[in-house]
């Protein structure tokens, strides 16, 4: 693996640990696409850092059981809106 490969790695599987932010967040913060994040995080950790994959995983495998009630509430919020204006 390439030392920038295993560099941004680090990086994005860190800042998930620290903050708790989705997938999707995270790429948007870093510039990368939510691909990269997520293979970066399910292939490429384990074989860096095999804590830091377990932890990472843990948080990843929280968001999966609770997307559907991010998505509820976006939609919530996006009619919301709209009747406002």
Not at 60 to 69: A, G, P
């Amino acid at each position: 693996m390439k030392p920038y490969i295993e560099a941004r790695t680090l990086l994005v599987a860190r800042h998930i640990n620290e903050t708790h932010d989705t997938i999707r967040k995270t790429a948007k913060i870093f510039r990368l696409s939510k691909s990269t994040v997520h293979y970066d995080l399910s292939f490429r950790l384990n074989k860096i850092d095999e804590n830091l994959f377990n932890e990472v995983k843990e948080i990843l495998n929280l968001h999966f059981q609770e997307k559907h009630l991010r998505g509820g509430e976006a939609t919530k919020e996006k009619y919301k809106n709209k009747i406002k204006k």
